[in-house]
């Protein structure tokens, strides 16, 4: 895989393919039979390969907020954003940028490959919004996979017109329901996160994105912690 993609991909804590975990057993799209770890592992995959491909999620938050994720394959890129703050990445740099008091300043650094909890500091501003992203959802799914007192139930829906695979995990370290769409988008979220209880849903898919979706907010202050040499 090119090292741009494993710049974007990496984010998504891809430990899926070594869970092991037995339990319960359900269908799959295609009607084989999965056991659990297997059902877990289906939908974390979803998320992971949907990271280098190209959509745009709009989410409805509670209190009638919203927030957008884009990605797009070529070049690959991302970008959340939220009415307070947006978060970009790609081969040339992350950058964060937060409106306070109606001012938005944005600091653009270097890009690094993290793994694990290494790429948590990133997301920690969207967390704060309520933002629910696909590599804390994959982690979460990991640990259920690897969780023996868990307990997960499988449904199916649609979701703007899109099927989506859905699973309601109990577990004492926090249950959650989530759904991922055929497409690998997260579809919907509700549980904790870090401790706090947070919920979004689908409200708009598109396979395409706007030319503006990787632009800085109009009239931010920038302050580029990059090398001059990059």
């Not at 009607?31 to 659990?36: N, Y």
């Not at 804390?136 to 449904?155: F, G, M, N, Y």
Request: charged residues 20%.
């Amino acid at each position: 895989m090119p090292a741009v993609s494993t710049t974007l991909r990496v984010l998504a804590v891809s430990v899926i393919a070594s869970l092991t975990v037995t339990g319960c057993q359900t269908l799959d799209d295609t009607g084989r039979t999965l056991g659990r770890s297997d059902l877990i592992n289906d939908l974390a995959t979803r998320l992971d390969e949907s990271l280098v491909q190209t959509w745009t999620a709009e989410y409805r938050l509670p209190g009638g907020r919203t927030t957008t994720i884009a990605q797009e394959k070529e070049p690959a890129r991302s970008a959340y954003t939220w009415a307070a703050g947006k978060i970009t990445v790609s081969e040339q740099a992350i950058t964060r940028c937060a409106t306070t008091a109606g001012r938005t300043a944005c600091t653009v650094e270097p890009p690094v490959l993290m793994s694990g909890k290494a790429a948590v500091p990133l997301f920690a501003e969207a967390r704060k919004a309520g933002l629910v992203t696909p590599p804390a959802v994959i982690r979460l799914l990991t640990e259920a996979a690897l969780d023996p007192q868990a307990q997960v139930k499988q449904s199916d829906t649609t979701l703007v017109g899109h099927h989506a695979t859905c699973v309601a995990v109990r577990r004492s370290a926090g249950d959650f329901d989530a759904c991922v769409t055929t497409e690998g988008v997260l579809g919907s979220f509700t549980g904790l996160l870090d401790g706090q209880p947070v919920e979004l849903a689908l409200e708009r898919f598109t396979d395409s994105v706007t030319p503006t979706a990787f632009d800085l907010p109009a009239g931010a202050g920038v302050t580029d912690r990059r090398p001059a040499s990059s």
